[in-house]
């Protein structure tokens, strides 16, 4: 069984980089059609999909984002992570980590789910 | 930019039936746009209850089953209970490897 666990600092000045990981467990990031999604929840507000990394280390990201996102995989680590750059207090969220899942051939599934990391972006 | 929508807040009595829907702002959804529905209680990360529009994740109560209904996708809770009342978000598949979020619904069951 797979297990998703963020981490990362909890508060981030203005204007700097947000960097967070994904630790898996219970399966690797190197194999498999998956991809690795990083989703963000402001206090109170709906969720926000930021982007995803293929299996193969091809990347998708949200228009909104995109000029400040980057996401990798650390397969040697079982791991991915998220660098968002040049904050402000509009990036203050719960982030989350999951994996979509193939199948049949056509048919994503998000699942499973980390528990989330509550970053803060305040001086 | 793609907007889906949900309706912000919806109630059902216990063992009645609601349905919640998950729309595009210009456009309608269809099974191409791979519906997924997510269930979060505060604090808690989101579950997945349905993806590709109608297959159950594993572990959901079979009171829960997803659809297309007109330009719109549905989840739809069949005999609803307390432990249902819940956020509900959809998520649209909108091409070029992009994914949108719906604003979700607040269900109260009382």
């Known amino acids: 069984q797979v297990h998703l666990q963020e981490s990362g600092p909890g508060l981030v000045k203005p204007s700097q980089t947000l960097s967070l990981t994904c630790a898996v467990s219970?399966?690797?990031?190197?194999?498999?059609?998956?991809?690795w999604t990083w989703i963000r929840q402001a206090a109170g507000k709906g969720l926000q999909w930021m982007g995803r990394?293929?299996?193969?280390?091809?990347?998708d990201y949200n228009p909104s984002l995109k000029s400040r996102l980057t996401i990798w995989l650390d397969t040697s680590r079982h791991r991915f992570s998220l660098s968002l750059s040049s904050v402000t207090a509009a990036d203050t969220a719960m982030y989350f980590c999951?994996?979509?899942?193939?199948?049949?051939?056509?048919?994503?599934?998000?699942?499973?789910w980390g528990q989330g990391a509550l970053v803060t972006v305040s001086s | 930019q793609t907007v889906v929508t949900q309706e912000p807040s919806f109630s059902v009595s216990p063992g009645g039936t609601v349905t919640l829907t998950c729309g595009l702002r210009?456009?309608?959804?269809?099974?191409?746009?791979?519906p997924n529905w997510f269930q979060q209680t505060p604090g808690q990360a989101p579950r997945t209850i349905i993806y590709s529009t109608h297959i159950r994740s594993s572990g959901v109560p079979d009171r829960f089953s997803g659809s297309i209904l007109g330009k719109k996708a549905a989840l739809t809770i069949t005999g609803a209970q307390a432990e249902d009342e819940s956020d509900y978000y959809c998520?649209?598949?909108?091409?070029?490897?992009?994914?949108?979020f719906g604003g979700g619904t607040k269900l109260t069951v009382l």
């Open positions: 999951t994996r979509q899942t193939l199948h049949d051939g056509i048919d994503w599934e998000f699942d499973p």
């Open positions: 210009y456009g309608s959804v269809s099974g191409s746009h791979f």
């Open positions: 219970g399966g690797s990031t190197s194999t498999g059609n998956y991809h």
């Open positions: 998520v649209l598949y909108v091409g070029s490897g992009i994914w949108v």
């Open positions: 990394i293929h299996t193969s280390g091809s990347a």
